[in-house]
Nanobody, 126 residues
């Protein structure tokens, strides 16, 4: 299983950016997937997660209403649309999948996620 995140960059506050995550070795339609981020000096936090089998989606409070997680099943791609970006959104963003989740999916603890992309850096200037 491999996840390849891309789409990060340097933007200004208020701008939008879309991150992509290409998955290989698994079908995203059958698994819970998530975006996490880790800012400078901060712990890794859950940004958004979704389990399309159950139809459940979770957004972290700091991004609720601004970010949207989505997928393209035929392309086996995961996306994170980020609007109204703020300097505090600056972080390395990681896509991850929880292939073992069977109850209460998607889970929020990063320890449950067994495959991770390499991360893509998003920098938001004020």
């Amino acid at each position: 299983v491999q996840l390849q995140a891309s789409g990060g960059g340097l933007v200004q506050a208020g701008d939008s950016l879309r991150l992509s995550c290409a998955a290989s070795g698994l079908m995203i339609s059958n698994n819970a997937l998530a975006w996490f981020r880790q800012g400078p000096g901060k712990e890794r936090e859950l940004v958004a997660a979704s389990d399309w089998s159950s139809g459940s989606t979770f957004y972290g409070a700091p991004v609720l209403g601004r970010f949207t997680i989505s997928r393209d099943n035929p392309k086996n791609m995961l996306y994170l649309q980020m609007n109204s970006l703020k300097p505090e959104d600056t972080a390395v963003y990681y896509c991850a999948t929880d292939t073992r989740c069977v109850h209460n999916c998607p889970r929020r603890d990063p320890a449950h996620y067994d495959y991770w992309g390499q991360g893509t850096l998003v920098t938001v200037s004020s």
